[in-house]
T-cell receptor, first 111, second 118 residues
């Protein structure tokens, strides 16, 4: 069974810093990997989706990379802002089509 | 972009009652929908896979007689929590699989339903 781990569990940084969130998974036979944002008590917002054949995806200040062979992905956030404060979830999709989620990284960006 | 709605967004009920949660794909047809559950400070855990016109597939440890899933149309799946108890209090999120676009497996998530059982 696929296991998804996210490190760190929580992170607090001052505004303006660049930061990296890490995600690892145990089974490299994935279809894609997705990063989500979840605000407290809210649903999920999809940030980036990387197909298994891709190495990275970029959207604005966000960049996600995927190394399928080593079972790792990183989410890079440039020039962090207080509005980036949220929980970031990594999820991998395998042959069953459902998503396997990590426990998330809780990010706090202080002004 | 594709939109998935859930209704209600929150519900409070007494122990022993049943609660129905609806998940709708508003602008695409979804032969497959998924139901997830999220406890406080935990991640989303898949409960079941809902396929239009057939029985749902439940994950290990999820009671199919307690969590009834019906996927009667290509745009609607319902989750009924029967005889709800306080331990069923959780955040329930559905997703719908859109196979019509450039990416063959894009899932869109609903906003979630907060269930509180007193």
């Amino acid at each position: 069974k696929q296991e998804v781990t996210q490190i760190p569990a929580a992170l607090s940084v001052p505004e303006g810093e660049n930061l990296v969130l890490n995600c690892s998974f145990t089974d490299s036979a994935i279809y894609n990997l997705q990063w989500f944002r979840q605000d407290p008590g809210k649903g999920l917002t999809s940030l980036l989706l990387i197909q298994s054949s891709q190495r990275e995806q970029t959207s604005g200040r966000l960049n996600a990379s995927l190394d399928k062979s080593s079972g790792r992905s990183t989410l890079y956030i440039a020039a962090s802002q207080p509005g980036d404060s949220a929980t970031y979830l990594c999820a991998v999709q395998d042959s069953g089509y459902a998503l396997n989620f990590g426990k998330g990284t809780s990010l706090l960006v202080t002004p | 972009g594709a939109v998935v709605s859930q209704h209600p967004s929150w519900v409070i009920c007494k122990s022993g009652t049943s609660v129905k949660i609806e998940c709708r794909s508003l602008d695409f047809q979804a032969t497959t929908m998924f139901w997830y559950r999220q406890f406080p400070k935990q991640s989303l855990m898949l409960m079941a896979t809902s396929n239009e016109g057939s029985k749902a597939t439940y994950e290990q440890g999820v009671e199919k007689d307690k969590f009834l899933i019906n996927h009667a149309s290509l745009t609607l799946s319902t989750l009924t929590v029967t005889s709800a108890h306080p331990e069923d209090s959780s955040f329930y999120i559905c997703s719908a699989r859109d196979t019509s676009g450039a990416y063959t497996d894009t899932q869109y998530f609903g906003p979630g339903t907060r269930l509180t059982v007193l």
